[in-house]
């Protein structure tokens, strides 16, 4: 399974942006996304999640000012960041959840992208 991040980039504050997620390889279902973010010299922690029923979660920090969604059909992903602030700077991960090809189970982190560098500054 591989996974690609991208849509990165320098933004001001207040500016937004949308980061994809494409998901490829010996995946048969996505049943669950995640996207993380790991700021300089600080730990992976989790920013949004999405699963069975299109249910989501946020992070404290960001919610009300990202979405995240999905596209099964397509195996891809999508978090929308909007009123971006410079503690968002960081690089952007995803990983994901599901069925393998040959019904094996695919968990959350077993996976992951090379990260997308989001930069909020002025």
């Known amino acids: 399974v591989q996974l690609q991040a991208f849509g990165g980039g320098l933004v001001q504050p207040g500016e937004s942006l949308r980061l994809s997620c494409a998901v490829s390889?010996?995946?048969?279902?996505?049943?669950?996304m995640i996207w993380f973010r790991q700021r300089s010299g600080e730990r992976r922690e989790q920013v949004a999640s999405?699963?069975?029923?299109?249910?989501?979660t946020y992070s404290d920090d960001v919610e009300g000012r990202f979405i995240i969604s999905r596209d099964n059909a397509e195996k891809k992903g999508y978090l929308q960041m909007n009123r971006l602030i410079p503690e968002d700077t960081a690089v952007y991960y995803c990983?994901?959840?599901?069925?393998?090809?040959?019904?094996?189970?695919?968990?959350?982190?077993?996976?992951w992208g090379q990260g997308t560098l989001v930069t909020v500054s002025s």
């Open positions: 990983t994901v959840g599901g069925t393998g090809s040959h019904g094996e189970i695919i968990s959350v982190g077993d996976f």
């Open positions: 390889g010996s995946i048969s279902s996505i049943i669950s």
């Open positions: 999405i699963t069975y029923g299109d249910y989501t």
